[in-house]
């Protein structure tokens, strides 16, 4: 974590906070306060806010300094005494966004300077300030991870994270004001200081609410697109860093509920008698908790900074703390599973649908009736769901499913692991026979396991060391390209035979790999996928009769969807034509048809029926795989490392 | 009590963790052409990199060399006018051998991340 940077951000955003803090805190409570009261804006709280707005000016001036210099110096990778000599920074400010969100951000707190010396002495001029610092507090979103997205989802992250900084600002920024106006007021012992004392912590009260409110919608949005999932907030630096955050914003949200709840009613509006004094002592512990407050915002902002420099948990492998998963997996991969939870999951939910009008009907029989059903069987949908876990249950893939990865774990497999669990994979070589424990079938229910599951079995071992750790034998990328290998080596028996017919059943899906197109460009199969399904023709002779037929049916091809790939690739051939389990790895010709996600949905030799040589029966294939009704594929894919 | 409380945390993810989320922020390769550790037999005049973000060209570049160590881009790395997530560089006439692709890029959020990747260009017909 880089110190200094994260300190320079922590103090502009405060800064920036503070200042829209108080302007807000004019414009929505201060001066609707006073104007009730029959007023102006007492010199007092006037000074006070002036300081505050003055050191927050001074402070926001002064912190982007070191912060612009960081930065030039994190993206030139140049030693921060020679930017000033090397014009990076000149490029820096004209040429990259995060330059001109600095100068925006830069003129924005210069105009707010005339603002801070006459805060509270005009409505309008308080107004127009208070939307500088707003759009201020926007603009400080553009810079962040928000600001990179594309499309749609990027524009909304960029709003959510804009509106996020703005409410932050409306409501943490003007606590201190808050507690400057309570404290004037406690020491004000006149019936007008007990009634501003309640108009205020009023007024504030529902400001609080609606920035809350708005901060943990907007909160919840910006999670989402950085953080995505459970395994990313518990099992990442940002996700714990996240999780740290939300509990300082916990405990502040229980002051703020004590103020309103508990403080704000002993406002009383009577100026004489024990009721005074209590409603005194209540405006100044409002005012002790709102320091208080101020200071875990503090806290919160400085995370906020540090996370703002950190690997969003979308990028890091999260790391599972606990024995157990929720899944569908199991559930999805078995049919008997599958009906065995849909029926209990019915079954104990009538049950507690008995239970519950029994108990409201005064019904022995149905209150009975429903809680063994409910008790019964309602576990069992659960238990079904609960899946065992691993630390790395959530790991994402570093290597994608291709052709060259599949060749490369399958040497592994040749090299480390074929003795055990033999040439089949179903737990039946050489060595299996001496073993304690018999060696897993790596053909049967592999995808109940997460690719992350597998990655620890492989790395850490299994039964005591029955099945040995290979954490030092194998490089990270290799247990990855093994578990690529296994899952197109069990796909094959998972799934049933395919055919020259197209069909609904399950398919394995397509490996990628990389080849040269017709206009001589090189590409691979996921970017052709991108625009249509494939028909990919391997081991045909350059001269041969079907290669010239198909090339004559290319334009027909293409308007039925379909790209054609041709390959001579032996490595290709390899891999693709194990697909074909039931016949031998012969080298001949052999074709596929791809569907648009990628699976594979049939497959032909030369001769086969449907003959595929007929272009009637081809295009005929070809249009049933465009209305099959395809899962979509997941985009689960791979994390990105960082080289 | 304390099962009560991993079980809601597990509901809770359970929700959460089906709808899996590309990964975003920073920019890391997407994908490029010539494709990483990929072999292919038409020497390519052009290497594209796809990001994962939007990229600032004036701290993003990109270098290729042989195997010898010696450059084989035409030093004009540049980002697509149209998609800023694309990083691209014209590259001279590429012999058969193996080619190494060094990358550095900065994105609009001021993050920098780097990474290298190789592949290979065969004579055509060559086993």
Redesign the interface.
């Known amino acids: 974590m880089d110190t200094a940077l994260i300190a320079a951000r922590a103090l502009h955003f405060a800064a920036q906070i503070s200042l829209a803090g108080c302007f807000a805190f004019v414009v929505l409570v201060a001066r609707p306060v006073f104007d009730e009261a029959g007023g102006v804006v007492s010199n007092v709280l006037r000074r006070r806010l002036a300081i505050i707005a003055w050191a927050s000016l001074i402070l926001a001036l002064l912190s982007s300094l070191p912060w612009l210099f960081l930065?030039a110096r994190?993206?030139?990778?140049q030693p921060i005494y020679s930017l000033l000599s090397n014009g990076v920074l000149t490029?820096?400010l004209t040429?990259?966004?995060?330059g001109h969100g600095f100068l925006l951000r830069l003129a924005l707190i210069v105009a707010l300077v005339p603002f801070a010396a006459t805060i509270g002495k005009h409505a309008s001029r308080d107004r127009l300030a208070a939307i500088l610092a707003a759009l201020l507090l926007g603009a400080t979103a553009w810079?962040?991870?928000a600001?990179?997205?594309?499309g749609i989802e990027g524009t909304i992250h960029l709003a959510a994270d804009a509106t996020h900084f703005i409410a932050a600002g409306f409501w943490l920024g003007a606590l201190l004001p808050l507690a400057a106006l309570l404290v004037e007021t406690s020491q004000d012992t006149g019936r007008r200081g007990a009634l501003i004392a309640r108009s205020t912590a009023a007024r504030f009260s529902m400001l609080g609410v609606l920035c809350v409110a708005t901060l943990i919608i907007t909160g919840a949005v910006n999670s989402?697109?950085?953080v995505?999932?459970?395994?990313g907030l518990v099992g990442t630096t940002y996700g714990q860093l996240l999780l740290v955050k939300l509990a300082l914003f916990a405990v502040m949200l229980g002051l703020a509920a004590i103020n309103r709840f508990v403080l704000l009613p002993r406002l009383a509006t009577s100026d004489h008698g024990r009721k005074a004094v209590e409603s005194r002592h209540a405006a100044a512990s409002i005012a002790r908790h709102a320091v208080l407050e101020a200071c875990l915002g503090l806290a919160i902002i400085a995370l906020v900074a540090a996370l703002g420099t950190q690997?969003?948990a979308?990028?890091e492998q999260p790391w599972w703390p606990?024995r157990?998963?929720?899944?569908?997996d199991a559930v999805i991969a078995d049919a008997t599973l599958r009906k065995d939870a849909i029926g209990t999951a019915i079954i104990g939910g009538l049950g507690l649908l008995l239970l519950v009008y029994g108990w409201y009907r005064r019904r022995v029989i149905a209150i009975v009736t429903g809680m063994v059903l409910f008790l019964g069987l309602g576990w069992r949908p659960?238990q079904l769901?609960?899946l065992d876990a691993t630390p790395t249950s959530?790991y994402a893939s570093s290597e994608p499913y291709s052709v060259?990865s599949i060749l490369a774990g399958r040497a592994i497999y040749a090299a480390n692991c074929i003795a055990c669990h033999g040439e089949s994979g179903q737990g039946d070589g050489p060595a299996s026979a001496s073993l304690a424990i018999a060696p897993a079938d790596l053909t049967a229910h592999l995808f109940v396991h997460t690719e992350g599951d597998l990655f620890w079995f492989i790395g850490n071992g299994m039964d005591d060391g029955v099945m040995p750790p290979f954490r030092d034998v194998l490089a990270e990328s290799q247990r990855w390209s093994l578990i690529n290998f296994l899952k197109a080596h069990a796909a094959r028996f998972e799934v049933d035979t395919i055919g020259a017919e197209v069909t609904e059943a399950p398919a394995p899906r397509a490996p990628d790999f990389?080849f040269?197109d017709s206009d001589?460009?090189?590409?691979?199969l996921?970017?052709a996928l991108t625009q249509r399904a494939v028909l990919l023709v391997i081991g045909e002779a350059p001269s041969s009769p079907r290669l010239a037929q198909l090339e004559e049916w290319r334009s027909v091809l293409a308007e039925s969807g379909v790209v054609l790939v041709i390959s001579n690739d032996p490595d290709l051939q390899a891999v693709y034509e194990s697909f074909d389990r039931r016949r031998a790895r012969d080298g001949r010709p052999i074709e596929f048809l791809i569907d648009h996600d990628g699976n594979i949905r049939a497959l032909a030799r030369p001769g086969d029926t449907p003959d595929w040589s007929d272009l009637a029966v081809l295009t005929r294939e070809i249009d049933t795989m465009a209305r099959l009704k395809i899962a979509r594929r997941?985009?689960?894919?791979h994390?990105?490392t960082?080289? | 009590m304390k099962r009560l409380v991993?079980?809601a945390?597990?509901?809770?993810?359970?929700s959460?963790?089906?709808v899996?989320?590309?990964?975003?922020?920073?920019?890391?390769?997407?994908?490029a052409?010539?494709?990483a550790?990929?072999?292919?037999?038409?020497a390519?005049r052009e290497l594209r990199i796809w990001f994962?973000?939007?990229l600032?060209?004036?701290?993003s570049g990109v270098e290729v060399v042989d195997a010898k160590g010696q450059r084989v881009d035409q030093g004009d790395a540049k980002a697509d006018a149209a998609d800023p997530?694309i990083l691209s560089i014209a590259l001279k006439p590429l012999p058969p051998g193996d080619y190494k692709v060094t990358w550095?890029v900065?994105?609009?959020?001021?993050?920098?991340?780097?990474?290298?990747f190789t592949f290979s260009v065969k004579a055509q017909g060559a086993p």
């Open positions: 930065v994190d993206m030139s990778g490029t820096l040429k990259t966004r995060f810079e962040g991870h600001g990179a997205e594309e989402w697109f950085l995505g999932t459970i395994a690997f969003p979308a990028h606990f157990y998963r929720l899944g569908l659960i769901l609960l959530y060259a990389s040269t001589g460009a090189a590409t691979t996921a970017t997941s985009q689960a894919a994390v990105h960082i080289n | 991993s079980v945390i597990l509901l809770g993810s359970f959460l963790s089906l899996p989320v590309p990964a975003r922020a920073h920019a890391h390769l997407d994908h052409m010539p494709a550790g990929s072999t292919v037999t038409q390519p994962t973000q939007k600032e060209p004036s701290f997530t550095h900065v994105s609009v959020d001021t993050h920098a991340t780097q990474g290298d």
